[in-house]
């Protein structure tokens, strides 16, 4: 199977779901393992399949039920940032427990807003992880710092707290943690380093609305929080974002730069021409309209979505080989934006990861291998190359070997080339029979591992 970036991983498995609703998980069911060999055989081998129906389709749009609210933001014919707008960010910000929250265009421009106003800009180092999503790093170069790499910790796909401390220079300025997969990372530990070294923290939360650390919902923990209402996301919205804060200060200026730099809050007396360089990159009232309609089931889904992955975790740990993503002792809600376990093929007869995949979509469960390595993708060195890197960095920075090998991330790797499987967020909406359904399609892979292996060298499958 040839690697799939997320967003093709995403057109197929919703293929595979389509017309599925949310709410109907029932299905016929399935008699893998009733004693015929055709029946326990893997369907890669001509078995029948674990899981036979679809899956919940996403997005969600429950007709009739929201139409009437996106038809009258319409017909208003107010479609330009208004009340809508700022009844989404009252919401969102109610939801997550922050004092603010400015909504944007996208996650990308929710990065790169925060980054900006949090006064992270040329001269300054940023440090993430290598395993995200490519807009957490062009959020970190399109503000003209330098991104560097701390290596995740295998078990838990996260950034790993011992990797950052080691990565600190004079020149960083902040660190930008991401809670990959909707999984909180160890923000406790990486506030302690903040706080030692005086670094300014945002969270890219992008994948993970509602999952909280303690308690508190991720997203608020640092300086500031920012979030994605992408197709594929927890809370979609075709386009859009937000950022979250109790600065006000920061917030004003936030709302200033995605605004042209006209005054807001704190400035909205005392000026009234734009103040300061700022874009445009602002929500409109269709986007904040669809948002707050898919607002009403994110807390029910995302409680949905824990419980049949904390479910679907203790079926699959017991497979030999299988080792889902371990959750960090404060996490006190993964909303596992998508559901990722750790595949060792030795375990499996040798069999390659490919061919677990195939295995496993075969059973009706899609699948995907997840990101491939980012911190070697060409857009760093294009940076690098620019006209304004070469004019403010010292050429010593800007040395793109010594940069890969300062910045090698061989855990990451390891999750990108050998280990990580996915499953996504919409598969957890089904019921435990569906787990059960993927769990038992996992066990008869392993359970037939080699037989699987025998036909791939034969070249029959
Ligand atoms: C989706 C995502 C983004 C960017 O959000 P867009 O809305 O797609 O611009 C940033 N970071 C992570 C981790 C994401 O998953």
Request: charged share 20%; with cysteine; aromatic share 10%.
């Amino acid at each position: 199977m040839k690697k799939t970036t997320r967003r093709e991983f995403f057109k197929t498995s919703f293929r595979a779901g389509a017309g599925i609703a949310l709410a109907s998980v029932a299905h016929p069911v399935v008699s893998w393992g009733a004693g015929t060999e055709s029946a326990t055989l893997p369907a890669l081998l001509g078995g029948s399949r674990s899981h036979a129906g679809g899956w919940p389709a996403w997005p969600v749009w429950k007709s009739p039920e929201y139409d009437g609210k996106l038809l009258e933001v319409m017909r208003s014919g107010v479609w330009s940032r208004a009340h809508n707008t700022d009844a989404f960010e009252a919401k969102w910000a109610e939801m997550v427990g922050a004092k603010r929250c400015l909504s944007v265009v996208n996650g990308t421009n929710s990065l790169i807003t925060a980054l900006a106003q949090a006064g992270i800009g040329i001269g300054d180092e940023v440090i993430t992880t290598p395993y995200t999503f490519v807009a957490t790093v062009q959020a970190i170069l399109m503000n003209g710092a330098i991104p560097v790499f701390a290596d995740v910790d295998r078990e838990t796909f996260q950034i790993d707290p011992v990797q950052i401390e080691r990565k600190i220079t004079k020149r960083t300025k902040a660190i930008l943690p991401v809670h990959i997969l909707g999984i909180p990372a160890d923000m406790d530990r990486i506030m302690a380093i903040a706080r030692k070294h005086d670094l300014i923290v945002i969270e890219d939360a992008c994948q993970a609305h509602l999952a909280s650390y303690g308690g508190k919902p991720v997203g608020t923990i640092g300086f500031a929080g920012c979030f994605s209402f992408q197709n594929s996301k927890n809370l979609p919205i075709g386009e859009g974002g937000a950022i979250v804060s109790d600065d006000d200060d920061f917030m004003d200026r936030c709302f200033s730069y995605h605004n042209l730099g006209f005054p807001y809050g704190s400035r909205a007396g005392s000026l009234s021409d734009a103040f300061m360089v700022g874009g445009k990159v602002r929500f409109s009232e269709y986007q904040a309209a669809i948002g707050l309609l898919e607002l009403q089931d994110l807390e029910q889904a995302s409680a949905l979505r824990w419980e049949n992955g904390q479910y679907l975790r203790s079926k699959i740990a017991a497979v030999p080989g299988i080792a889902p993503a371990r959750l960090y002792p404060q996490t006190t809600r993964a909303v596992y934006h998508l559901f990722p376990f750790r595949y060792d093929k030795e375990q499996f007869c040798g069999m390659p990861r490919d061919l677990f995949l195939r295995a496993l979509e075969a059973e009706g469960v899609p699948c995907s291998s997840g990101y491939t390595p980012l911190q070697t993708q060409p857009f760093i060195r294009a940076a690098f190359e620019s006209k304004l890197y070469r004019k403010v960095y010292p050429k010593s920075l800007l040395n793109y070997d010594a940069y890969l090998l300062k910045n090698s991330c061989p855990e990451s790797d390891a999750l990108c080339d050998e280990e990580a499987v996915w499953l996504t967020q919409n598969m957890l909406l089904a019921g435990h029979r569906e787990m059960d359904e993927i769990a038992a399609a996992i066990e008869k892979i392993h359970s037939h591992a080699g037989r699987i292996m025998d036909a791939f060298k034969k070249g029959e499958i």
